[in-house]
């Protein structure tokens, strides 16, 4: 089991940044890689960026690749989310998850991704 407590959301006007962050507890050697996800109201939730254990091999959804940059701290277990120049639009509850499926690169893919923290909502104003 790894446990994953986010934090780090809040309110920010357009063109800010945020810095989120994930601990993760349990067994946290198992969580080949980590990712950020997002959902919107009303919309799925999505792919954002991913990370491998070792921190050497990135992934990001192609839209948000120039704005967000994803890192971990593994002394500290915890994985980062850093967002910049924000935009109305990048409103949602922020999740981070951990997958402990083995691929050449950290997955995008959702349900490979078998534990999951509580969330953070990000408000951005316009």
């Known amino acids: 089991q790894v446990q994953l407590v986010e934090s780090g959301g809040g309110l920010v006007q357009a063109g800010g940044s945020l810095r989120l962050s994930c601990a993760a507890s349990g067994r946290t050697w198992t969580a080949y890689a980590m990712g950020w996800f997002r959902q919107a109201p009303g919309k799925e939730r999505e792919f954002v960026a991913a990370?491998?254990?070792?921190?050497?091999?990135?992934s990001y959804v192609d839209s948000l690749k120039d704005r967000f940059t994803i890192s971990r701290d593994n002394a500290k277990n915890t994985v980062y989310l850093q967002m910049s120049s924000l935009k109305p639009e990048d409103t949602a509850v922020y999740y981070c998850a951990a997958s402990t499926a083995i691929f050449t690169r950290p997955t995008m893919n959702l349900g490979a991704y078998s534990y999951w923290g509580q969330g953070t909502q990000v408000t951005v104003s316009s």
């Open positions: 990370i491998n254990l070792s921190g050497g091999s990135t």
